[in-house]
DNA sequence: CACGTTTATGTTTTT
DNA sequence: CATAAACGTG
């Protein structure tokens, strides 16, 4: 909508007032340009980005469906309004193009996709892409296999045989075809590529093929088929597009960039590129001034150096991690922070488990600091693998502290909820054949391997007239025991009884969760499930079934019903987590944030916790394993993002476990080591850092709070060196009672001097440590009464992240009692 | 042939 | 511990 200058001009004046002039530059470069933003963490990269939007709206008058910005997750996406709808309170951006890359390009996809033959189209998640292509590889006859050179086959040779698919592992065939598509090679091009195997050409062709009769679009396609749709029928309206994490970016990507606008604004940061596993190229900064420059165009380059987030010593330890990377220019980064607490407190530890301790008595002293200084919201705890986060649930759980996991995939991987949402997705798309093979013998309809396979061959018979769920209905054909005929035609009859209800509700959203309910219960699903737990995540999805509202439509776009809206605004994996509302326990306020270091991309919390860093975990076993410089770049620039995301303070440990202590899972790898990258850390005994009281007061000025004069500051102290002190010697928080002898190990507690982590003026800085404080002696005798409590974390934990599944276990051990 | 039980085997990161 | 393949039973 157009909008006049006048009324907003002190708009945009207000914006920039926000800004400082390098920023401001950037913000106000002229609509018609290609502009390049390379700054570090905590610069305002988001901001100006942010700003520049409104720039473009006020001031370069463009409207908002012309305007694309692409962010790298949809909870970015919705911030990004979120702050836009606040600066810009005239103005409707409702048509604003703004999302991930895959979610514009699906929507393209969606309302133009006839042009292509693409209309009705669906997203093929990661789980559906495995069954494609095992679906395919097993079906490769021994004639085709024969004809390809050993060396070609070879490729594709994994750790493992795979005798149902001719000894090729799915998983290198699948990243393979994703490479390819990645860098914007469709299947009919490949022949003409420079490094070309005969076998991936065919496993490509035939996978595509089976996509396309499937009528799914996997990961890659969503841009791949938009690239396509756009060449052939350019998009001309589009006056500017913007890319948040430019180095995140891929080929196909960058291409997408170039045709979606002929003005561009991109922001990034070349040391924060953490996705070359999935093909992001940081090389696309400069592949971009070249492509430019290709076509006598210039490319502006704008770099920010005021870190607006981080202390000066959290920039120093970053600063000291990144700069171990070869050939690489420093980078001064100047924090706006007028006060420093010192280097990261940090501990060496000897199990995950005696970590995780450390790490949430860290928190649960923090939390209880007077007058409600900190919130569980105001910290994060980040790892380099999903699966570290279980420890750290268990012992956050034992405290009863609520956290929540940030893009937590582990809900939906579980059996009921994908067989829940199989069910969802065939009642929505009548095609949706994998959703059935599913469904069909879940729960139990006596229809097992073989019947399975002769239903689904004569599924495959379906020709393009009809759909997969129409060739079922006429699944009499096929010859089957009478008994299993009559349970399929229960499994059918319930199906299209649900279709029914769908048509009754027609586009009342509302009305979803009856449906839902129906669903859940007369499939037999309830009924099959047995534990709580499981009950409990279907009633999860159903909350979120609960929220969903359907986007605002375009007039044009073919219809497609509600839940398949529904199905759709999942399936990118882009669910938006539940806002914090009321905690369970009232004395807290928000959940404590538990993320991959991938997840916290682009996020910062005024306290950040980044456990595990011990050679096997960051740098992580695959990294290590193939031992590319590339890899373990990756894996250092992934700890740099991790540290970047603290505000105040910085808290990392790492654990090493004893060669001699064999535990029950014999099977996990030994980790042995601290990290590389923190090398330069010199007395890594294990530390005991303690507040001192000044920094304590600074840290109250800076979170705006007053420090209560009646606080008895000495016994706090006292009483978090004990706590810490307990979890250090008591070995029952390791995975196994160690033998006394090995207690040596740690009589060298005491405090380190931080300092010697980089170089700066004593005077000028506050440090969070207390390097006074005295030695302390490990008591040697493992306490009777400090035995955990055999306490199992329920999984749902993970369920969304939403909220502590699991009530405080009965028993909370080492609980400070004043929690405000 | 379906389905329950035993046993081998193995943890990156995600749109 | 969590999953998948292999094995055994009715
Ligand atoms: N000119 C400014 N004045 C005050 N605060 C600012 C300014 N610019 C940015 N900030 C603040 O600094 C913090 C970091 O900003 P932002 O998230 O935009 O940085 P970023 O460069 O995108 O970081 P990252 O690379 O880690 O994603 C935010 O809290 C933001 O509000």
Redesign the pocket.
């Known amino acids: 909508m157009a909008t006049s200058t006048s009324n907003h001009s002190h708009g945009i004046v207000n914006i920039l007032h926000t800004l400082n002039a390098n920023q401001r530059q950037a913000v106000t470069s002229p609509p018609i340009s290609k502009l390049q933003i390379i700054a570090g963490p905590g610069t305002g990269k988001t901001k100006v980005l942010t700003s520049r939007v409104a720039f473009l709206l006020l001031e370069g008058k463009i409207p908002a469906e012309d305007i694309i910005v692409t962010t790298?997750?949809k909870k970015a996406a919705n911030e990004m309004i979120e702050r836009l709808t606040n600066m810009l309170p005239d103005i409707n951006l409702d048509k604003l193009k703004i999302g991930?890359?895959?979610?514009i390009c699906f929507k393209l996809i969606m309302k133009h996709g006839g042009k292509l033959g693409l209309s009705g189209f669906t997203i093929a998640d990661?789980r559906d892409k495995d069954f494609y292509i095992k679906e395919m590889l097993s079906e490769l006859t021994s004639i085709e296999v024969s004809s390809f050179s050993p060396h070609d086959m070879n490729q594709f040779k994994g750790?493992?045989s795979f005798?149902?698919y001719h000894d090729l592992s799915p998983k290198i065939v699948s990243s393979q075809i994703s490479h390819l598509k990645s860098k914007g090679i469709t299947w009919d091009k490949y022949s003409k590529e420079k490094e070309y195997n005969a076998c991936l050409d065919l496993f490509y062709t035939k996978y595509q093929n089976k996509l396309l009769r499937n009528k799914v679009l996997d990961?890659?396609d969503c841009l791949l088929a938009c690239h396509e749709l756009i060449s052939k029928f350019p998009l001309t309206n589009i006056q500017h597009i913007l890319v948040d994490e430019f180095q995140d970016t891929n080929e196909i990507q960058l291409q997408l960039m170039y045709k979606l606008s002929s003005n561009v604004t991109i922001v990034g940061d070349p040391d924060q590129c953490?996705?070359s596993?999935?093909n992001a190229q940081v090389i696309n900064f400069q592949k971009m001034i070249d492509h430019y420059q290709g076509k006598q165009q210039s490319v502006d380059i704008i770099t920010l150096d005021n870190n607006y987030r981080s202390t000066h010593d959290i920039l120093g330890f970053s600063e000291t991690i990144m700069k171990q990377e070869q050939d690489r220019k420093t980078k001064q980064l100047i924090s706006q922070h007028a006060k420093t607490f010192g280097s990261p407190v940090y501990a060496q530890l000897a199990s995950d488990i005696q970590e995780s301790k450390w790490v949430v008595s860290q928190i649960t002293t923090l939390l209880s600091l007077p007058n409600q200084l900190l919130h569980p919201q105001d910290m994060a705890i980040l790892v380099?693998?999903?699966?570290q986060t279980r420890v750290i649930e268990t012992e956050l759980n034992r405290q009863g502290i609520p956290y929540h996991m940030i893009?937590g995939?582990a809900f939906w991987?579980?059996?009921e909820v994908v067989v829940m949402m199989d069910y969802l997705r065939i009642i929505a798309n009548e095609n949706d054949r994998v959703a059935i093979l599913r469904t069909i013998?879940y729960p139990?309809?006596?229809?097992?391997?073989?019947?399975?396979e002769k239903i689904d061959e004569f599924l495959r018979l379906v020709d393009s007239n009809s759909t997969v769920y129409e060739k079922l209905l006429t699944i009499s054909e096929v010859k089957l025991s009478t008994k299993?005929k009559s349970n399929v035609n229960v499994y059918l009859k319930f199906i299209s009884q649900a279709k029914e209800k769908l048509q009754a509700i027609g586009d009342d959203e509302t009305k979803l969760v009856g449906l839902f309910d129906f669903i859940s219960k007369e499939s037999g699903l309830i009924k099959e499930l047995e534990t709580p737990t499981e009950i409990e995540n279907i009633d999860e999805i159903k909350k979120v079934i609960g929220q969903f509202v359907p986007p605002p439509q375009d007039e044009d776009v073919p219809y497609r019903n509600i839940l398949g809206q529904f199905l759709d605004s999942i399936g990118?994996?882009?669910t938006i987590e539940e806002q914090q509302q009321h905690s369970n326990h009232p004395k807290y306020k928000g959940r404590v944030s538990i993320s991959?270091i991938?997840?916290a991309k682009g996020l910062e919390w005024p306290i950040v916790f980044v456990p595990g860093l011990s050679e096997g975990l960051l740098p992580?076993?695959?990294?290590l394993r193939d031992n590319e410089v590339t890899?373990i770049n990756?894996e250092r620039r992934?700890l740099y993002v991790a540290v970047t995301r603290a505000k105040l303070l910085l808290y990392i440990s790492w654990y090493v476990e004893s060669e001699t202590d064999d535990n029950?899972?014999s099977?996990?790898?030994k980790i042995s080591e601290p990290s590389r990258f923190i090398n330069f850390i010199k007395n890594k005994g294990n530390v005991v850092s303690g507040f001192s009281q000044d920094s304590l007061k600074t840290l109250y000025e800076m979170l705006g709070k007053s420090y209560p004069s009646e606080f008895d500051f000495n016994k706090f102290h006292q009483a978090y060196l004990a706590k810490i002190e307990s979890i250090i010697s008591n070995f029952d928080g390791s995975r196994r009672r160690r033998r006394s002898n090995e207690f040596e190990d740690f009589t060298n507690i005491g405090f380190t001097e931080a300092t010697n982590i980089h170089n700066r003026k004593k005077n000028t800085i506050n440090h969070f440590l207390n390097r006074k404080a005295p030695r302390i002696h490990p008591l040697m005798k493992p306490s009777v009464n400090n035995k955990a409590p055999a306490y199992?974390p329920t999984?749902t934990g993970i369920s969304l992240g939403t909220k502590p599944r699991s009530k405080a276990p009965p028993y909370i051990p080492n609980r400070s009692k004043k929690i405000p």
Not at 100 to 103: D, M, V, W
Not at 444 to 452: A, D, F, S, W, Y
Not at 620 to 623: F, L
Request: net charge positive; aromatic share 12%.
């Open positions: 790298f997750t991930t890359f895959h979610s990661e750790k493992k005798p149902k990961f890659d953490i996705y596993f999935r380099r693998s999903a699966y893009r995939r991987d579980r059996k013998n139990k309809r006596g229809i097992g391997e073989k019947t399975l299993v990118l994996n882009e991959t991938h997840g992580s076993n695959m990294a890899s990756e992934c029950e899972q099977w996990r790898m199992i999984r």
